[in-house]
């Protein structure tokens, strides 16, 4: 499929789809999507995934299908959402090599997962590679732990002074991300 430029009315289309998607009108917002998406307008492929992997009407393989496409559009939020589903389900080589386009392109999120993968498999020198690429990208949540991991002393990253800097100036950054993925999780 040829990827076509947007117009006006698919604009306005896709206003109308996000709209439907923060009032939970998911069944209507992916029809949308759909219509543009077979229409040639690819870019709403993440979009399609997204929906196809929410309650009550899970269809992983179909959200699988459209983040690959996003993914291979070069769409670092599918290689994110890839990862994850391939994480939930117990497919990590997937997982890692999704988690890993995004991370290298930045994505802090990603990162972080990464460093989470690896410290369940056992590989601390990667777990704590990405933990430290993902509090360099700006993740509060991967700063925390680096800190901690400072404060306690794991290995031979003990350096309290360090840890304890880390963490009182990651404070209000940590309670901010806090709030946003709270309320991500209320939607």
Not at 107 to 127: E, P
Not at 139 to 167: C, E, I, P, Q, W
Request: hydrophobic letters at 35%; glycine letters at 6%; charged letters at 30%.
């Amino acid at each position: 499929m040829q990827e076509r430029h947007i117009t006006p009315e698919d604009n306005a289309k896709l206003d109308k789809a996000r709209v439907l998607v923060q009032e939970k009108q998911l069944e209507f917002a992916l029809k949308i999507f759909i219509e543009l998406f077979n229409d040639g307008y690819e870019l709403v492929a993440s979009n399609i995934a997204w929906i196809y992997n929410q309650k009550p009407n899970v269809r992983k393989d179909l959200s699988i299908k459209y983040y690959t496409i996003a993914a291979d559009l070069g769409d670092e939020y599918a290689n994110w959402g890839l990862g994850g589903l391939y994480s939930e389900l117990g497919e990590t080589n997937d997982a890692i090599k999704n988690y890993k386009v995004a991370a290298d392109r930045g994505n802090a999120d990603c990162s972080y997962a990464l460093s989470k993968i690896y410290k369940q498999i056992d590989d601390d020198d990667l777990a704590e590679h990405y933990l430290e690429e993902a509090s360099h990208q700006g993740n509060a949540f991967a700063t925390r732990d680096l800190a901690v991991s400072y404060l306690v002393g794991k290995k031979a990253m003990r350096n309290v002074a360090k840890g304890f800097n880390l963490y009182i100036s990651n404070f209000f950054t940590l309670l901010e991300q806090s709030k946003k993925y709270a309320r991500e999780k209320r939607r």
